[in-house]
């Protein structure tokens, strides 16, 4: 008879059976009939046991036996045969069920199939043989850590570089084989990457069998559950030490280059003009004082250059793009302090594998060169001009000595001689020698004046080629330091067909060295407009050079336009007055004229015009002019006499 | 009759120790010329010299160097300078030093004149 509780039992989900206190089945559900193909009766008794599998059978039944006699409930594994034949896994869980006395009177049972867990459980066996397999096989170190941070297996590569079995291994405290070093770092890192999960990545030195420490890098990652639990850390540690090594030396001989640019106050740049890809040198950084950190660029470069010497740049740049293989300039930084710097660059271009220019350079900090130079081209330029007011001080201090000696006895001895007629009687005597004396002295005035004549007057010059534009460089040159104090901008249009003259370089260059300095002269108080000079060298009609000089400074009173040039005469407070008047001559001497003229604007021109020959002088005057320089004439030029 | 006042001039230039005596006499002065500081104070004159006229620059001892050296003997002789060369620039030192005027080369005979009135009113 079928009760409303044997259906329920019936369909649940298990195979459920009960048997008698010995072990003696009395009941199996319906689904268990099923499953097995066997009826209640086949399973009464013993019967069941029919569909255990052979191999299970004897361990089920003694571990049923076991339950039995410990009247405890449990759990059995064993594979139980379905109606078509096939096995499958089932997990048998037994339960004692007691009388009211507490005797056990039955036993109660269920079996859950259990078959596709163990089916997956058997998977991950193999995958996990697999994984060995491949940990082992793999030509790495490869080191397994528990979740909890300790060593759990390791290939066998890790067991031969520590040449210990992994038990001796297991034995020893977590990185027990960091460098000392290394250890406390290594140690901090592992653990904060076993309390957060994050992946370890750290590079140190592990001591090897032989006692060698090696630098590895060290990557470490977790392998997570589907519940994100970590399994066991992988650890891929991989011999880093060549590399290392090579890095370090890398690194000094960088410190090396680095102190060498430091010490000459040289950087070195590469460049590719296509990308604008510029790398700097630490030093060049430092010589900008621009931020390492930012990238370089050309606009960030241009921000630094004087403004002076924006054109030098940007030709820099016009001739890198013409793929010009030598670059060389020297240009002046500003910095923020508004502090001058002066560069020497030099760079080499060489087309690189895709054909793009690249450069690779050097740039030197000349700054202490270059004031140096302008120190020495100071003092220099004051020596000149030193030696120009002292020489012309010098000669008007003589002059004035040599013609005031034989005035002064001129003077006492006339009046001498006038006191002696005016006596009574009249000294005769005396009166005529005071008078001889007075003639003689007169002489002797005369011939310091003519002796003058001929230092101003040199009659004889030496002749050589010149090149006058090399001149007025040198010259310009020389004067440089006068002109900066005075803040004067020279200026210079060279003809470069201007043919050489014959002539005296030294003179010349003096008369241009006074007209410069003149002009600068005039410009002094010049405050409303810059100080600008001109200086210009053409080819003129009739084989003659032509030399200007213009400035913008106060110019002359027109009236006195020749009597600039006479002796002594000076516009200046400070001025001898003879600058002019030598210059002049010097010229006259080389067969030219020197003259002024007002500009329509501000200031002077003076200029000279000398013929390229001596003697073909456009106001070549005297002896010198005619015939003089025939032929086999002796180079030597006749001064107006 | 007193004896004339005693003038002694130094200077290296030959025409001014030629021409200046001579017109010192014509006024009535005593007058010696000496070609040089040496010369003067080697010479038995130094202690009747009334007045000094003395050229300023002069090889080995100059009219100054001669001016401290009478000071240092105690000599205290009214000196007249006279230079040919320019002379603002050793004026005031000379005339620091105590000197009666300082005549540039040439040098007019009123200058003279006002100069010697102006050294024997001191003197």
Known sequence: METAFDRVIDLLPGLVWTALADGQADFVNRRWCEYTGLSFDQARGRGWQAAVHPDDRARLVEGWLGFIQSGCSGELEARLRRHDGEYRWFLFRVCPIPDASGEIVKWGGINTDIEDRKQAEKALRALERRARMIVDGLPAMITLMTPEGELGNANQYVLEFFGETIEVLKSRPVGFSFHPDDRAEGLARWRHSVQTGHPYDHEARLRRADGVYRWFHTIGFPLRDDDGRILVWYLLQTDIDDRRQSEDKLRRSEAFLAEAQRVSATGSFSWIFATNEIVWSEQIYRMFGLDPDEPVSLERIASRVHPDDVPLFEDMIARARRHESGLEYEHRLVMPDGSIKHLHLIAHGVPDQHGQMEYIGAVQDVTDRRHSEEALGALRSEIAHMARITSLGALTASIAHEVNQPLSGIITNANTCLKMLAADPPNVAGAQETARRTVRDGNRAADVISRLRALFGKKDIALEPVDLNEAVREVIALAWSDLQRGRVVVRSELAWDLPQIMGDRVQLQQVILNLLLNAADAMKDVEDRSRRVLIRTRPEDGDCVGLCVQDVGVGFDAKAAEKLFEAFYTSKGDGMGIGLSVSRSIIENHGGRLWATLNEGPGATFSFCIPVRPGDGPGAPGPGADGAMAANAPPRLGAGS | ?123
């Not at chain 2, 009535?28 to 080697?42: K, T, W």
């Open chain 2, 1 to 123: 009759m007193s004896k004339a006042r005693l003038i002694a001039v130094v200077d290296d230039d030959e025409s001014v120790r030629e021409s200046l005596p001579d017109l010192l006499r014509e006024f009535g002065y005593a007058a010696e010329p000496f070609a040089s500081a040496r010369e003067f104070l080697a010479s038995d004159r130094l202690a009747e010299t009334d007045c000094l006229i003395l050229d300023v620059a002069m090889p080995e001892m100059s009219g100054p160097d001669l001016q401290r050296e009478l000071k240092r003997l105690g000599l205290a002789i009214p000196i007249i300078f006279i230079t040919a060369h320019a002379a603002e620039r050793v004026r005031p030192a000379v005339l620091a030093q105590g000197a009666v005027e300082l005549l540039s080369k040439p040098f007019s005979q009123t200058a003279l004149l006002d100069a010697l009135g102006a050294a024997f009113l001191e003197g």
